[in-house]
Nanobody, 119 residues
Framework: QVQLQESGPGLVKPSQTLSLTCTVS??????????WTWIRQPPGKGLEWMGV???????YYSPSLKSRTSISRDTPKNQFSLHLTSVTPEDKAVYYC???????????WGQGTLVTVSS
């Protein structure tokens, strides 16, 4: 059974780059069934889909975040990462990695990690 675990700094300074890593266990990141996704939830707000990397390495991003977001994978480490540039306090959120299955549902979630943007 696939499990996901986010890791990364909990505090980032304004204008810097937020980088998080999601470690996949119990399965391979090259599994064609899953697409690897990042989702965030700002305090008091709903979930926001940020982007996804498909099994073939193709990436798709939220239009509102596309200019600042990139998702990449490290196949040997069975990890995928999120990079969000030029962060502001509005980027404070709980960041989740998720595995989107073939039917489009987010079948597996990490536990989430809170990232605060502050000087």
């Amino acid at each position: 059974q696939v499990q996901l675990q986010e890791s990364g700094p909990g505090l980032v300074k304004p204008s810097q780059t937020l980088s998080l890593t999601c470690t996949v266990s119990g399965g391979s990141i090259t599994n064609r069934y899953y697409a690897w996704t990042w989702i965030r939830q700002p305090p008091g707000k709903g979930l926001e889909w940020m982007g996804v990397e498909a099994y073939d390495g193709s990436t798709y991003y939220s239009p509102s975040l596309k200019s600042r977001t990139s998702i990449s994978r490290d196949t040997p480490k069975n990890q995928f990462s999120l990079h969000l540039t030029s962060v502001t306090p509005e980027d404070k959120a709980v960041y989740y990695c998720a595995a989107q299955g073939g039917l489009g549902y987010f079948e597996v979630w990490g536990q989430g990690t809170l990232v605060t943007v502050s000087s």
